[in-house]
């Protein structure tokens, strides 16, 4: 059983490029978070999705930031416009959903530099 | 919205010793808490979690406490490794929201 896929790994952008990172939860689930980590900090929040849903997005910058997860295929955070400020690592994590398990799984994150 | 704190921010054992991390919550709604080990440029992994029904929890050389009232949880983990030495993230969240709110961190190292 496949774990939470996310590609790429690594990410070089240059300022003012965009920024596509990809996201496939694990089989059977139908939820998926994205947090940021910057370095030597903790995660924070993102966006929460559900299949053509978002559900919560409080924890996006209002600007540059936007999520989806399609029917088809993965969840994909993409950043437009990218700054410095932007290198962080970005997870993705996914969970079967409300009611059945609160348990989160992770992804081993994008790492994205901005040069 | 919630806020979760940490400590220690790094905390040093010898092997064999027992490490303690805690972390508080606002949020008096908040009723499920992971926590999450995580070591260098690899993903958060799961090592135990619990709900608020429950004052503590065990498993093997893993256990968390919580105290709602106080609006506090622990982890505590018995007779360290150095395989334990990694950054925990402890996190509070609420069932049907889902999102969590993650505390900033505690860097443990286990000296053999």
């Known amino acids: 059983n496949a774990g939470v896929m996310q590609n790429p790994r690594h990410l070089v952008r240059r300022r003012g490029q965009e920024a596509r990172l990809r996201c496939s939860p694990m089989k059977g689930h139908s939820h998926v978070y994205w947090y940021r980590q910057l370095p030597e900090e903790g995660l924070k929040f993102m966006v929460y999705l559900q299949k053509e849903n978002i559900i919560d997005e409080s924890g996006m910058p209002k600007e540059r930031f936007s999520a989806e997860f399609p029917k088809e295929g993965p969840s994909i955070l993409r950043i437009q416009q990218v700054v410095r400020g932007d290198s962080a690592a970005y997870f993705c994590?996914?969970?079967?959903?409300?009611?059945?398990?609160?348990?989160?799984?992770f992804g081993p994150g994008t790492r994205l530099t901005v040069t | 919205g919630e806020n979760v704190e940490q400590h220690p921010s790094t905390l040093s054992v010898q092997e064999g010793d027992s490490a303690v991390i805690k972390c508080t919550y606002s949020?008096?709604?908040?009723?499920?808490f992971p926590w999450y080990k995580q070591e260098l440029g690899k993903r958060p992994q799961l090592i135990i979690d619990i709900r608020s029904n429950v004052g503590e929890k065990k498993d093997q050389r893993i256990a968390v406490t919580l105290n709602k009232t106080a609006k506090h949880f622990s982890l505590h983990i018995t007779e360290t490794q150095p395989e334990d030495s990694a950054v925990y993230f402890c996190a509070a969240s609420q069932y049907n929201f889902n999102k969590f709110y993650f505390g900033s961190g505690t860097k443990l190292n286990v000296k053999p």
């Open positions: 949020d008096s709604a908040s009723n499920y």
């Open positions: 994590a996914s969970s079967p959903g409300s009611g059945v398990s609160y348990e989160q799984y």
